[in-house]
């Protein structure tokens, strides 16, 4: 069964570097996104992504925050210069259409630990 | 605004016993509501889902129905299984839209 895959699934940082997550959606969605849960509280949506660019974002996606498709299968998310409080958990999604009613796929997860 | 509120966890059951997750939500139109499901080390995995009101969902034992007159979306089932340990997520998403509210998620844990 095809799956949405996510590297790595734990990352620890330094407050202030640059970290890179990735995320290989499956192959023939078009539509891509990135959610967070900090611990204890709720899964929060940043973004969405269609036809290499952002078609929607939340009040958390901020400048220090981008997303990018390098290639043909990737879809990262790139936070420039980490904060304590972006240790979270972070899950990257795809679907076929931008209406989530249908069903979105997500992967498992990176934790990112900023220290 | 939209946001979704479930029960709080952890939940811990014996086997065959009957569950229920409670959900409720705000919105500001007509939702779509959902449960996921990430089981230990995967994916949240979209459990079942129901589109409008008094609609129930169905998959896998499990069951929620859409009650618009009390904004709740409970999860159900008749009896668990030490496979369904798991965490449970309610979400919805406006119509039109492309963004989920989820909960907070609830950790069920089922033991034989």
């Known amino acids: 069964e095809p799956e949405v895959t996510q590297t790595p699934s734990h990352q620890v940082t330094q407050m202030g570097q640059e970290v890179i997550l990735r995320c290989v959606p499956i192959?023939?969605?078009?539509?891509f996104y990135w959610y967070r849960q900090i611990l204890g509280q709720k899964v929060e949506f940043l973004v969405s992504?269609?036809?290499?660019?952002?078609?929607?974002k939340s009040e958390i996606f901020d400048d220090q925050f981008s997303v990018e498709r390098p290639d043909g299968s990737n879809f990262t998310l790139k936070i420039r210069s980490t904060k304590l409080e972006d240790s979270a958990m972070y899950f990257c999604?795809?679907?076929?259409?931008?209406?989530?009613?249908?069903?979105?796929?997500f992967g498992q997860g990176t934790r990112l630990t900023v220290v | 605004g939209n946001s979704v509120t479930q029960m709080e966890g952890p939940v811990t059951l014996s086997e065959e016993a009957f569950l229920t997750i409670n959900c409720t939500y705000t919105?500001?139109?007509?939702?779509?509501l959902f449960w996921y499901v990430q089981y230990p080390g995967e994916g949240l995995q979209l459990l079942l889902k129901?589109?409008?009101?008094?609609d129930k969902g169905s998959n896998k034992g499990f069951e929620a129905t859409y009650r618009k007159e009390t904004t709740s979306f409970h999860l159900e089932k008749g009896s668990v299984q030490v496979s369904d340990s798991a965490v449970y997520f309610c979400?919805?998403?406006?119509?039109?839209?492309?963004?989920?509210?989820f909960g907070t998620g609830t950790r069920l844990t089922v033991i034989p």
């Open positions: 999604a795809s679907s076929e259409s931008p209406r989530m009613n249908t069903e979105a796929f």
């Open positions: 192959s023939n969605h078009l539509y």
């Open positions: 992504f269609y036809n290499n660019e952002i078609s929607e």
């Open positions: 919105a500001t139109g007509y939702p779509s």
């Open positions: 129901a589109t409008k009101a008094d």
């Open positions: 979400a919805l998403v406006e119509r039109g839209a492309n963004n989920l509210f």
